[in-house]
């Protein structure tokens, strides 16, 4: 499902990078990255981790 979704946001991703520059979508996406997996790290009920 990871896969799935970090190669579906291949499109918006670099349309994005194209509007807006590459550094800029890198620091969001690793920030994304970040706060996913803290958010794996605390929450507790099945349907948040799916959120997560």
Same mark, same amino acid.
């Given at each position: ?29 690793? %920030? ?5 997996? %803290? ?8 349907? %948040?981790?799916?959120? %997560?």
């Amino acid at each position: 499902m990871s896969n799935l979704s970090q190669q579906g946001m291949f499109l918006i991703g670099g349309t994005l990078a194209d509007r807006y520059g590459c550094k800029p979508m890198i620091l969001v996406g690793c %920030a994304l990255r970040t706060v996913a997996c %803290a958010l794996l790290a605390v929450v507790q009920p099945p349907s %948040a981790l799916v959120v %997560a």
